[in-house]
């Protein structure tokens, strides 16, 4: 018996080493592995990796210095004066400044980044391959040729140094790797011994302690120095503190054939190794005391290559792994996987927690326990497939084929069998003790104190999965068709059509409802009243596989979406809004979730006493810790990448001035945030064009199309893959100048045009205006005269006539006769007629000609015959011009009707009328010193039952003209007409009138 009991420990140790071996040691688990290769644009041969401050990650590859941002490599030139042909990038350095360093293949030693662009950093005597860069605690540069001898070289104070014997370093070693420690000391490791240079000293020291070539040197958060090389992963003894080098090192042993290691302490304190021949391990925290057993990642795990050869953890916490093949990242995963169940189909993973909170996986025949805060253990193997698992009071029952075992603390306490032995779907145990079972029959059996009994259900499905609701009551779901719930003496039976969730899928009960999981949404119901919510407004519900709530106040659900979470008040909130969204998260392929949901229709998710989560996943089983969950707080910074504009590419600068005429631009923009690149959510706009963010998702390219001439700022801000937002972003000035015909002075030049055509146009009409105003006045004053000429030859000639006949007979009647004083006094009242008559004759020819304004009126002064005690005087200013036919009738008609007044009313002694030529207008005053006109006249206007001044103004109107009167008793009066040029004159003036008096005329 004890050689069988030896055998069988044996055999369980082979196996758990085996196991762990294969797995790993958990790095599978714990985090997720995302690759990148050639036909994702990487560069060949990718030997050194590093990242600035401003987030980006540098690759330095056989192609040259490449950058990425998460999603494009951009190469970088080289310095000007680089060597023809050495373009192969074998180190690279971020300084504690940010400046990047960059080491050369091929004897083109090393270059600096300034401003964006590499300056040749004046290395003497570069090595054939830079293999590695190291900035000490002082700020120099240490710079390492591993593939020669005496190829170590510092750069401080701006000059370069070569560290030979004189620094205590053997000149036939090859340098394998240089460490800047805390403390300020310099480790060194060749190609067979440690050496270190204490802070201050300028000669090494030998430690004593014989390695293989290409070892590795790393410092851990507590200041230890760790070595890795062929013979194994160590701690160093504290050799500057006096310290020997052991006979005899204890290691955990790294692959024999490894070399060139690199090595890493990330954050969490976890050491990472790159051996070149073996893929990359992992030790996973190791102490002072022993590394710890690595796991291994190698190609048939997923690495790009097995000669990985840089290390680089990024400020997001992901770790980078440079390879020939390619580049792979590794991110700590929210979701793990359990490695001890990693065989069976897609049904037959079990999880059931018990009422302790202890969580029990069945595989097969197989079953597992975890406690709380402790990995899953073997418990037994029952030998037959577990068909069911559900809680009992103080354990589990596990089911299979026509009987039952219950298990309490990993031992079987009681065993049950039903008469007919048919297989279970499910089974559950009710608050007074009562065990029931649903079969595939399609009833329901359970077992009180008399025995076993059966149920029968309203409809012949099978029910795939029961347990109990709020109330107590037992509620299944029926072959994906219905819900039925066993109230007591009352059975409830909800179908699809009343659930209005089809394919049920999931059936959980809360303190408060049923909700029921569908591929075309989720319902509750809480014992009154169905509500739901549809995929079409919340798409990341369709079949939900498993729900379950936590005290933290969170709803948690499976689906083949990956894992949801959203806070269980917000859940319930959405059943009065189903249209709304709802905020949640979701946990993907990009978290761990590597499988889809179970066939099966039972549990898939449970909650264990530590608040941990278990999946079920037709790869295996998943585990999450909410209390751990890793999230992304850095703020991803943002770059403007490129600017096209019309098809051709501009460099991006603070203010980007554009050609003019610029119409079609597109600008690339990224964010710096690397943990999951695809993630990356952007919002931009163009100031002065758009008026509120546009949201693209995570599309890297702004267009515009149809740009008006402007000056504009594009601004872009982004939010890593946790939903961090930089909301500052970034921006840059866009000036797009008009051409020609955009610009101002065009469109002002086409509204001076535009409003000089209408001028003309306005010219042209009043030109033609005046023109049939000519013809008609023309055609009038014709008329005119024509009525003058018969009046004058028919009427009266023959009045003329008659008075000559009139008077030949008053000749011959004798002067004594009354007769002949009364024909004398007809004869003298007709020829007073007749000079009246010739007086209108006259009046309608009063404008012969309108070249002479003041001709015209001096013949109108003569007429009137002044008395020799009236003075008159015609004054002209400036250059007479011809007047418009029209104007000069109305002109000389106002003219002659104010002289007329002046001749009958004012008994003035002095006459003055002024004629002033100017080119915008003409000017007549008439001026006298007679004895004015009454106030009453002045005010009013005009004179009752007189139409003199009335008819003046009524003229003057007619001109477009301004009549002004003046008087006052005593002084006289002035009238003065101010008549525009355009309407006074007969053609407008080509030059200024030069204001020049002539001497008047005076007409006594």
């Not at 082979?14 to 714990?30: E, F, I, M, Q, Y």
């Not at 303190?511 to 509500?531: E, S």
């Not at 702004?702 to 008006?708: K, S, V």
């Not at 002002?748 to 049939?772: K, P």
Request: proline residues 5%.
């Amino acid at each position: 018996m004890f050689a069988v009991r030896l055998c069988l420990l044996i055999l369980l140790c082979a196996l758990s080493a085996v196991a762990s071996a294969r797995d790993g040691g958990g790095t599978n688990g714990k985090f997720t592995h995302t690759s990148w290769t050639s036909k994702d644009g990487v560069p060949a041969m990718v030997q050194a990796l590093a990242q600035t401050p401003d987030g980006y990650l540098w690759l330095g590859t056989y192609d040259g210095l490449y950058r990425f941002d998460g999603v494009s490599f951009d190469p970088i030139p080289v310095a000007k004066g680089h060597p023809r042909g050495s373009i192969p990038v074998s180190a690279l350095l971020v300084t504690r400044a940010g400046r990047l360093w960059v080491g050369y293949a091929g004897g083109a030693g090393v270059e600096v980044m300034r401003q964006g662009r590499l300056e040749r950093a004046g290395m003497p005597g570069a090595p054939g391959e830079v293999t590695g860069l190291v900035e000490d605690r002082e700020g120099a540069i240490w710079v390492v040729g591993g593939r020669g001898r005496k190829a170590l070289k510092r750069y401080a104070a701006g000059k370069w140094q070569s560290i030979n014997e004189r620094w205590g370093v053997p000149d036939d070693q090859a340098v394998s790797a240089v460490l800047s420690a805390q403390d300020g000391t310099v480790w060194l490791a060749t190609q067979s011994q440690i050496f270190f240079l204490r802070p201050g000293a300028r000669r090494f020291e030998a430690s004593g302690l014989m390695i293989s070539n290409g070892a590795g040197l790393a410092q851990d958060r507590a200041g230890r120095i760790w070595l890795s090389d062929a013979g194994g992963t160590r701690v160093l003894p504290g050799f500057p503190g006096g310290a020997k080098a052991p006979a005899r090192s204890v290691s955990k042993a790294t692959d024999r054939t490894a070399r060139r290691i690199s090595l890493l302490f990330d954050s969490h304190g976890d050491l990472w190794g790159s051996t070149y021949t073996d893929g990359v391990f992992r030790i996973d925290r190791p102490d002072g005391t022993t590394a710890g057993t690595p796991s291994y990642f190698r190609t048939p795990d997923g690495l790009t290559s097995n000669e990985a050869v840089a290390l680089l953890e990024d400020r997001e916490g992901n770790v980078w792994i440079a390879t020939e093949l390619g580049l792979d990242q590794f991110r700590r995963s929210n979701i793990e996987r359990i490695p001890l169940l990693t065989s069976g189909s897609a049904e037959n993973f079990m999880v059931m927690p018990d009422a302790r909170g202890d969580i029990y996986l069945a595989n097969g025949s197989r079953l597992w326990r975890s406690v709380p805060n402790d990995e899953p253990r073997f418990v037994i193997d029952l030998q037959d497939d577990i068909q069911a698992l559900c809680r009992s009071r103080g354990g589990i029952w596990v089911a299979q084929k026509g009987h039952a075992a219950r298990i309490e603390d990993g031992r079987i306490t009681a065993r049950v069998s039903w008469p007919d032995g048919k297989s279970v779907s499910s089974c559950g145990e009710d608050r007074s003790g009562t065990f029931w079972l649903a079969r595939q029959a399609g009833n329901i059996l359970y077992r009180d104190g008399q025995g076993w009994r059966k149920v029968d259900l309203p409809s012949r499905r099978t029910p795939l999965d029961i347990f109990f609701d709020w109330r107590g009551a037992i509620v299944g779901s029926l072959r994906r068709k219905s819900v039925v719930i066993l109230d007591g003496p009352r059975t409830i039976h909800l179908s699809e059509a009343d659930l209005g969730v089809a394919g049920i899928t999931t059936v959980f009960g809360n303190a408060k409802a049923l909700l029921v999981g569908g591929g075309t949404g989720l319902a509750r119901w809480d014992g009154h009243r169905i509500q739901r919510l549809s995929i079409s407004a919340q798409p990341w519900l369709r079949g939900v596989r498993g729900i379950v709530q936590t005290e933290a106040g969170d709803t948690w659900m499976l689906n083949n979406k990956g894992i949801a979470r959203v806070a269980t008040a917000d859940l319930d909130r959405a059943f009065d809004r189903p249209s709304a969204p709802i905020a949640h998260d979701l946990f993907d392929e990009q978290d761990g979730f590597t499988s889809r949901t179970q066939n099966s229709q039972s549990l898939q998710i449970a909650l264990g006493g530590d608040d941990r989560l278990w999946f079920l996943t037709r790869q295996g089983i998943l585990r999450m810790d909410p209390s751990r969950l890793e999230r992304n707080q850095i703020v991803p910074s943002l770059a403007i990448r490129s600017v096209v504009a019309d098809g051709k590419s501009y460099p991006v600068t603070a203010d980007l001035r554009l050609p003019p005429g610029t119409r079609n631009i597109a600008i690339q923009y990224t964010a710096l945030s690397l943990a999951i690149p695809s993630r990356v959510r952007f919002r931009y706009r163009l100031q002065g064009l758009d008026s509120d963010w546009i949201d693209p998702g995570q599309r890297r390219q702004a267009f515009y199309t149809n740009l008006a001439p402007g000056t504009y700022t594009f601004a872009v801000i982004a939010a890593n893959n946790d939903g961090v937002w930089n909301r500052k972003g970034t921006s840059f000035r866009l000036i797009v100048p008009p051409t020609f015909v955009q610009s101002k002075t065009f469109i002002a030049l086409c509204v001076v045009i535009a409003l000089l055509s209408l001028w003309l146009l306005y010219r042209l009409r009043l030109h033609t205006i005046a023109q049939r105003l000519r013809v008609r006045l023309s055609e009038r004053l014709a008329e005119r005269e024509r009525v003058a000429r018969e009046i004058h030859d028919t009427l009266l000639q023959s009045i003329q006539a008659l008075i000559l006949r009139f008077q030949l007979a008053v000749d011959d009647i004798p002067a004594e006769f009354p007769v002949h004083r009364s024909l004398e006094s007809t004869i003298d009242l007709a020829e007073e007629v007749l000079a009246q008559g010739r007086n209108r004759i006259r009046d309608l020819r009063i404008t012969e000609s309108a070249d002479d304004l003041a001709r015209m009126i001096h013949d109108i002064v003569e007429r009137l015959v002044f008395p020799p005690t009236t003075t008159v005087r015609i004054v002209t200013s400036g250059e007479a011009v011809s007047l418009n036919l029209i104007a000069a009738d109305e002109i000389a008609r106002i003219a002659n009707e104010a002289i007329f007044n002046v001749w009958r009313h004012a008994r003035a002694t002095q006459l003055v009328v002024r004629i002033v030529f100017s080119q915008p207008r003409l000017t007549v005053t008439i001026l006298d010193d007679g004895v004015g006109i009454p106030p009453d006249i002045l005010q009013a206007g005009y004179r009752a039952g007189h139409y003199g001044l009335r008819g003046m103004q009524e003229r003057a109107k007619r001109l477009d003209a301004e009549l002004s009167l003046s008087s006052s008793a005593g002084t006289g009066t002035e009238l003065t007409l101010t008549i525009s040029a355009r309407v006074a004159y007969a053609a407008q003036p080509r030059r200024w009138f030069p204001l020049r008096a002539r001497r008047g005329e005076t007409v006594d």
